[in-house]
T-cell receptor, first 111, second 113 residues
Framework: GENVEQHPSTLSVQEGDSAVIKCTYS??????FPWYKQELGKGPQLIID?????GEKKDQRIAVTLNKTAKHFSLHITETQPEDSAVYFC??????????FGKGTTLSVSS | DTEVTQTPKHLVMGMTNKKSLKCEQH?????MYWYKQKAKKPPELMFV???????INESVPSRFSPECPNSSLLNLHLHALQPEDSALYLC????????????FGPGTRLTVL
């Protein structure tokens, strides 16, 4: 079955810096890759997703890149702000199958 | 609107109690999910309903009993739980099983004494 590895497990940056979180997946049939942000005491919030027919997607300060050959995808956050501090989860799936999550990255942005 | 609501926010129950968690969405989604999340871990899938029928049961103990009364509602009935069942229980929905984008609710924080 699918396995998703996520790195790093913790990431500390200064406000205004960029942050990059990387995930690798094992099943080449996976074709959908969402990223979720989870703040303390809340449910995961979808922040961006990408499908396997696209190499990069941007939404304001957030971007996701996908390398199907290498089976990895990354989340890029530019101009980080303290409110970006949260746990970020990547996930992978195929249509009709369960989301397989990475173990999460705790991002801390200090001002 | 991509809102999934869950009640209650917090629940404390004894090992002999029976309680229920409720989840609701009004996005017209036909797939609904229950996840369990322990502290500092990713969500773990428990059950999936598609068109109000149970599609996936990830070998969850029978003390957890899901129910989907209609396309907008999903319940999780709890009975004879153990302290290790204490966790955040998350509900999610998606347009269908084929369409992958899942939207999560805020969760119910369950404590079993």
């Amino acid at each position: 079955g699918e396995n998703v590895e996520q790195h790093p497990s913790t990431l500390s940056v200064q406000e205004g810096d960029s942050a990059v979180i990387k995930c690798t997946y094992s099943d080449s049939a996976s074709n959908y890759f969402p990223w979720y942000k989870q703040e303390l005491g809340k449910g995961p919030q979808l922040i961006i997703d990408i499908r396997s027919n696209v190499g990069e997607k941007k939404d304001q300060r957030i971007a996701v890149t996908l390398n199907k050959t290498a089976k990895h995808f990354s989340l890029h956050i530019t101009e980080t702000q303290p409110e970006d501090s949260a746990v970020y989860f990547c996930a992978a799936s195929q249509a009709g199958t369960a989301l397989i999550f990475g173990k999460g990255t705790t991002l801390s942005v200090s001002s | 609107d991509t809102e999934v609501t869950q009640t209650p926010k917090h629940l404390v129950m004894g090992m002999t109690n029976k309680k229920s968690l409720k989840c609701e969405q009004h996005m017209g989604h036909r797939a609904m999910y229950w996840y369990k999340q322990k502290a500092k871990k990713p969500p773990e899938l428990m059950f999936v309903y598609s068109y109000e029928k149970l599609s996936i049961n990830e070998s969850v103990p029978s003390r957890f009993s899901p129910e989907c009364p209609n396309s907008s509602l999903l319940n999780l009935h709890l009975h004879a739980l153990q302290p290790e069942d204490s966790a955040l229980y998350l509900c999610a929905s998606s347009q269908s099983l084929v369409t992958d984008t899942q939207y999560f609710g805020p969760g119910t924080r369950l404590t079993v004494l």
